[in-house]
């Protein structure tokens, strides 16, 4: 892991979570509503030269057991899907990430496509081989990391074939 720096004080503002949280919700909706034409891309810092594949990630609450939607970056490997619970590189994990560790059971939209998946936390060997992976899909998951004494978690999302 790289040494931890000290996270921009301007990122801290208590009004940013809210600015997020409104921004997903806006994106989830042109998201559904294009099937990925619009919010299916992360074009914003690193993913402005390199833009990065969006997914929504259905999950349920763990305390309120309320069905969420929230747009993640993916990459895939193999069968799998792979997202990351960066959240920006905050020192708390992302209640999405929680509420999959409660529900792991739960279904992905691609563009227009719905998917059945089991989520589960990769596990440090598997994590040690999809990080630099998932590096050179989002760079910015590496200042991240450096922004946070938490490892960040990586999530291999399998297909289900249950439904």
């Not at 914003?44 to 594949?53: E, N, Q, T, W, Y």
């Not at 998946?117 to 590096?135: C, F, G, K, M, S």
């Not at 960040?152 to 249950?162: F, G």
């Amino acid at each position: 892991m790289s040494p931890q720096r000290p996270r921009p004080k301007q990122l801290d503002s208590p009004l940013l979570p809210k600015l997020f949280k409104y921004m997903a919700r806006i994106q989830v909706w042109c998201y559904r509503r294009t099937s990925g034409r619009l919010g299916g891309t992360w074009r914003v810092a690193a993913g402005f030269r390199k833009p990065v594949p969006v997914l929504l990630l259905d999950h349920r609450g763990r305390k309120s057991d309320r069905l969420h939607t929230t747009p993640l970056l993916y990459m895939t490997d193999g069968p799998d899907t792979i997202v990351v619970a960066s959240q920006g590189g905050l020192p708390k994990d992302p209640q999405w990430y929680l509420n999959l560790r409660s529900h792991p059971d739960t279904q992905v939209q691609i563009r227009a496509e719905r998917r059945p998946v089991r989520a589960r936390t990769a596990d440090p060997r598997e994590r040690a081989r999809l990080w630099p992976l998932l590096l050179e899909v989002y760079a910015d998951f590496e200042m991240y990391q450096a922004w946070t004494e938490r490892e960040i978690p990586v999530v291999v999302l399998r297909p289900r074939t249950d439904e």
